[in-house]
């Protein structure tokens, strides 16, 4: 029977946004993440246009990669990791997005990262564009939906595909890339928030707009993969999608029919774009629905047949059920995406319901439809941790989550799907996306950083630290 393959890419991931700090060092400037004050689970954060003095905006020191990756690489390294995923920040190498030039000592630093992983042996998998639009680009174009943003773009990824082609191999164009299908992607994945300023849970439901920035997302992708494929031989090139897996509430033909319709709607969609190379024909129907035109130009068609991408790659935490039922609707909690709770599932201290399963469901469904090899870039718990007098923490339940998650991958790979690794969220504590926490922590390494903006950003290892370290050993076979 089939198990993990010699060369599985046993990792971790990250993202600049959430990890690397600096927010306005060495010339970078403000993304869409820069402008996000921190919240909770119970109080939203919130985009505010203008700095205002006084409030905390977690993700400008974050938990500061970028003046701890010496010592971050180097647990990465102790617990054997072979991939290390993390991104680009955008605003490091072209501060608005526009400059006519990139800004060189972004360029080094980045140079600086990808040299240190080299010296173990660990092979960067970057996330061009993680949560990271340039702020500017949002002020001027109203973000993706602005035409305008595929070039700016493309020239961002001609500019570090060309300084990085030693140095990296595996790339994905846009984290979770159909969050823009749903009210919260306009903020943090599509920037369509142009003189927004509120709550995140406020943004207006604007699917023409987001649509039409999808549409130019789709473009900028397909061209830069065409760019990597033709000029870049070496590349891998992936796509990144939001996984949510979803249930039929019940065996009512109703449940099922609109489990099937949020399924495409919300998973299938970009990656039918994105991997077959032109838009669903469920898709028509769909706009028409909610008087949605999406306006291309001549070419786009061609560019999204030929800009397919090499492989597979989403985060998977979750799953719900789906009812046709609107009053049975919208009771659970999710990443960024809600729906029915499940009784048969147990969920985190953030209602996301646990479901190791719906993992090998959906490696499954994925592979059946696609055909070509995938990874989970992300996966994990988020939870409170207790740091104890003596600097341990003992997060038992975490162990318990991935063990959980990783014989699930494995009963996947004996069904026959091509699975070529595995980074779960947050290897390290990172400021969380949806709420600005700190105090959701998914890492295998501690940061002292709290919620109030304090903290040394000391390092710690968690019990999960060494758990993980004998998985990567083990390739997967010691899982006690
Ligand atoms: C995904 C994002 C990540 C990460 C993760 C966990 O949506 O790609 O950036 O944050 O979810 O979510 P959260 O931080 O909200 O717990």
Not at 266 to 291: A, C, H, I, K, L
Request: glycine share 8%; hydrophobic share 30%; charged share 25%.
């Amino acid at each position: 029977m089939k198990t993990f393959r010699e060369d599985f890419l046993w990792g971790g991931a990250t993202a600049a946004n959430q990890y690397e700090g600096a927010w306005d060092a060495d010339g970078k400037g403000p993304s869409i993440s820069d402008m996000c004050t921190n919240g909770s689970h119970t109080s939203p954060k919130r985009v505010t246009p203008v700095f205002e003095e006084g409030t905390l905006y977690p993700s400008r020191e974050a938990t500061d990669f970028y003046h701890h990756y010496k010592e971050d690489i180097a647990l990465a390294a102790e617990m054997g990791f072979k991939v290390f995923r993390m991104s680009i920040n955008w605003t490091r190498i072209y501060p608005t997005g526009m400059e006519p030039e990139p800004n060189e000592a972004g360029m080094e630093f980045y140079d600086r990262v990808f040299d240190e992983l080299k010296g173990y042996g660990i092979e960067p998998l970057v996330t061009i564009s993680h949560y990271e639009i340039p702020y500017a680009l949002v002020e001027k174009y109203n973000g993706w939906y602005g035409r305008e943003v595929i070039d700016c773009f493309v020239r961002y990824c001609e500019t570090i595909f060309e300084r990085y082609q030693d140095k990296v191999k595996y790339w994905l164009t846009f984290n979770e890339i159909n969050s823009g299908t749903m009210p919260m992607g306009s903020i943090l994945s599509l920037g369509t928030v142009k003189g927004f300023s509120g709550p995140v849970n406020t943004v207006p439901d604007e699917k023409q707009i987001r649509y039409q920035g999808l549409h130019h997302q789709f473009v900028a992708s397909a061209k830069v993969v065409k760019l990597a494929h033709e000029k870049y031989p070496q590349f891998k090139m992936g796509n990144m999608t939001l996984f949510a897996t979803k249930y039929p509430n019940t065996c009512n033909p109703d449940d099922i029919l609109r489990c099937q319709k949020e399924m495409r709607n919300m998973n299938w969609f970009t990656s039918d774009v994105q991997v077959r190379g032109y838009y669903p024909s469920y898709s028509e129907r769909f706009f028409e629905e909610y008087d949605i035109v999406v306006r291309k130009e001549e070419g786009d068609d061609e560019i999204l047949r030929q800009g397919t991408v090499d492989f597979f790659t989403f985060s998977y935490y979750m799953s719900t059920c789906e009812s046709a039922d609107p009053q049975i609707r919208a009771t659970a909690a999710g990443n960024l995406v809600g729906g029915v709770k499940n009784p048969y599932l147990k969920a985190s201290d953030w209602g996301w319901q646990i479901d190791p399963q719906g993992l090998r469901y959906s490696l499954n469904e994925i592979y059946d439809r696609y055909q070509i090899p995938l990874m989970v870039v992300e996966n994990g718990l988020g939870a409170y941790d207790k740091l104890e007098e003596d600097g341990s923490i003992h997060d038992s339940y975490r162990i318990d989550y991935l063990r959980q998650h990783i014989k699930q991958m494995e009963e996947a790979v004996k069904d026959g799907v091509d699975l070529m690794g595995y980074t779960p969220w947050g290897w390290i504590d990172v400021v969380s996306a949806s709420t600005g926490e700190m105090a959701k922590r998914y890492g295998f390494v501690y940061v002292n950083k709290y919620d109030d903006g304090t903290g040394d950003l000391g390092r710690r290892k968690k019990d999960s630290f060494y758990w993980y370290k004998k998985v990567i050993e083990t390739n997967g076979k010691d899982l006690r």
